[in-house]
Each structure stands twice: as C-alpha cells, then as structure tokens.
C-alpha cells in the first residue's frame, strides 16, 4: 500500500484517530472495533464514539449484525466528493453571512458619510510614522507631487533614504510628475550632487521656505509643524489634510514659489551659498 502521511490527511478537517481508522479499514472489506483496536492503537472505550462520527461524516458505513458491529471504508473518491460538498457549503454559508453583515454596515457607513470625515485631519507623530504615511502617500499618488524640501527631516537613515528614492521611482513610471523647491538656507556650504530620477523629476532650489510641505494629487497636503522645528527632526510633527479647496491654495502658493525659483542643475558640483543663487537668481528674472 502506497505510505500516507496522516498529516496529510488532518488537514482536510479529519481527526488524527478518524485519519488512522480510515487508513486501515481501506485494506480490509469489513473490520469490527477489535480489529480496528489492534490494528491502530486507538483507544478501545472511545472506539464507538469515533466511529459513529466517521458513519455521519461519510468515511465509512456500518453494518450490524445481532450484537456485533462491522465497518467498512467508503472510496475516497466517495468521501473527497462528500468533503467538497461540505467545504462549498459552508463557503456558501459564509458568504451569506457576509453579505448580509457587510450590507448593515455598508447602511451605517453611508449613513454617516454625508458629515464631516474624521481621518480628513491628522496629526502624524514621530519620525517612523511620518516617514510611513510620506511612503504611503506616493505609491497612492497618481498625477502629481509637489514638495517644499526642508528641514525637519524624518528619513534619517540610509535605509529610509533608499526606501523614499524606491517609491519615488515606481511613481514616475506610473507618469506621477514630481516637482520639488530646496531651500538655499539650508543648502548653503554643501557641495550639492544631484541626479533626477527621471524626466518628470523636477527640482528648482530658492532662498529660503517657510515651512515643509508635499502635495498630493491637488488633494492631499503634508505639512511640516511646528515651523520653528527645522533643527530639532524629533520635535515635529506632520498635518495631513485631505481636501481639494485646501490644497489647492496651497498649490497655487507653490506655482508662485516655483516659477522665481531656479533649476537645481545650475547648481550641479557647485558648492551652493547665497552669492551664486543670488547670480543664478538675477539670471533667470
């Protein structure tokens, strides 16, 4: 007889004893609860009980004769058709009930949504979250992301550079724009090496920002607060605010800001400071 693994067979929702009785009485045309005993170990007082469950389940069938009791094995073509019918009908069931329970919480889901959102405003706080909600955000994003690019930071580790570069990737293959304004105040003395990541990766750099800032879609902003936290990144915290008539004054704010500022590869292995963007500045007027 081929060797099955009993475990195997548990996890068709058989029980250990059920999966031995059933293995054993597939090599004999007829076993009684001594034979099945001897041959399998399992425990004679339970025996009956067992084998009473395996008649209802459809492993087996049974045959009296005057005070003796004798089984047999169904074929396991028989008993795999009699599980799939019990495993479709409890998935029907389960979808039924669910169905039902989501159609009552889809009634107060609705009911509701006519009021105020309560996630349209948040406070994200430290900087592992921060950096979890700015990842999230650009692989949702789908047209556009405008940054104001300044301190304080929450990526802080090369890891989560690399992380923020990654999704910045896939969002420019999707055809996602990316512009973004870098703040000579806190770029001045770096040797700036810059490389776009693609040809809607746009960055323009001006002398100053009030504040840190990305744009989502024309409908999402995520800003950077308290201001006056530029140098302390473990003091801030970031505003999510998720509405179109919000953003957009503050895209039409960075259109301003954006069209006086000056393209970062002008700057390309130049050390960066006020006199050389004042230049580039008086250039581009």
Same mark, same amino acid.
């Given at each position: 007889?081929?060797? &099955?693994?009993?475990?195997? &067979?548990?996890?068709? @929702? &058989? /029980?250990?004893?059920?999966?031995?009785?059933? &293995?054993?009485?597939?090599?004999?045309?007829?076993?009684?609860?001594?034979?099945?005993?001897?041959?399998?170990?399992?425990?004679?007082?339970?025996?009956?009980? %067992?084998? /009473?469950?395996?008649?209802?389940?459809?492993?087996?069938?049974?045959?009296?004769?005057?005070?003796?009791?004798?089984?047999?094995?169904?074929?396991?073509?028989?008993?795999?058709?009699?599980?799939?019918?019990?495993?479709?009908?409890?998935?029907? =069931?389960?979808?039924?009930?669910?169905?039902?329970?989501?159609?009552?919480?889809?009634?107060?889901?609705?009911?509701?949504?006519?009021?105020?959102?309560?996630?349209?405003?948040?406070?994200?706080?430290?900087?592992?979250?921060?950096?979890?909600?700015?990842?999230?955000?650009?692989?949702?994003?789908?047209?556009?992301?405008?940054?104001?690019?300044?301190?304080? %930071? =929450?990526?802080?580790?090369?890891?989560?550079?690399?992380?923020?570069?990654?999704?910045?990737?896939?969002?420019?293959?999707? @055809?996602?724009?990316?512009?973004?304004?870098?703040?000579?105040?806190?770029?001045? @003395?770096?040797?700036?090496?810059?490389?776009?990541?693609?040809?809607?990766?746009?960055?323009?750099?001006?002398?100053?920002?009030?504040?840190?800032?990305?744009?989502?879609?024309?409908?999402?902003?995520? %800003? @950077?607060?308290?201001?006056?936290?530029?140098?302390?990144?473990? /003091?801030?915290?970031?505003?999510?605010?998720?509405?179109?008539?919000?953003?957009?004054?503050?895209?039409?704010?960075?259109?301003?800001?954006?069209?006086?500022?000056?393209?970062?590869?002008?700057?390309?292995?130049?050390?960066?400071?006020?006199?050389?963007?004042?230049?580039?500045?008086?250039?581009?007027?």
């Amino acid at each position: 007889m081929t060797q &099955i693994d009993i475990r195997d &067979i548990m996890e068709l @929702g &058989i /029980s250990e004893r059920e999966a031995k009785l059933y &293995i054993v009485m597939l090599e004999y045309s007829e076993v009684n609860a001594n034979d099945l005993h001897r041959l399998t170990g399992v425990q004679r007082s339970k025996m009956y009980s %067992i084998l /009473s469950r395996m008649v209802v389940h459809g492993l087996c069938t049974e045959r009296i004769e005057g005070r003796n009791r004798f089984f047999t094995a169904l074929s396991p073509k028989t008993v795999k058709d009699t599980l799939i019918r019990e495993w479709d009908a409890a998935h029907s =069931a389960k979808l039924e009930k669910a169905d039902s329970l989501f159609e009552k919480l889809s009634e107060t889901f609705n009911s509701t949504a006519v009021g105020p959102a309560l996630n349209s405003v948040e406070l994200i706080r430290n900087a592992a979250n921060i950096h979890n909600r700015y990842l999230q955000l650009v692989n949702e994003s789908t047209t556009e992301i405008l940054g104001y690019m300044r301190p304080p %930071i =929450a990526a802080t580790t090369k890891r989560s550079h690399d992380l923020q570069k990654e999704v910045q990737i896939k969002a420019l293959s999707r @055809g996602v724009v990316q512009r973004g304004i870098f703040s000579l105040k806190h770029l001045t @003395g770096l040797k700036f090496e810059w490389e776009t990541l693609g040809e809607n990766d746009k960055m323009r750099v001006v002398e100053s920002l009030p504040v840190k800032m990305f744009l989502f879609d024309r409908r999402i902003s995520y %800003i @950077g607060l308290p201001t006056a936290a530029e140098n302390n990144n473990s /003091s801030f915290f970031m505003l999510y605010i998720d509405d179109p008539g919000f953003t957009q004054v503050l895209v039409e704010s960075f259109e301003e800001v954006w069209q006086r500022a000056v393209p970062i590869e002008h700057f390309r292995g130049a050390e960066i400071n006020s006199t050389v963007i004042e230049h580039q500045l008086s250039t581009n007027s």
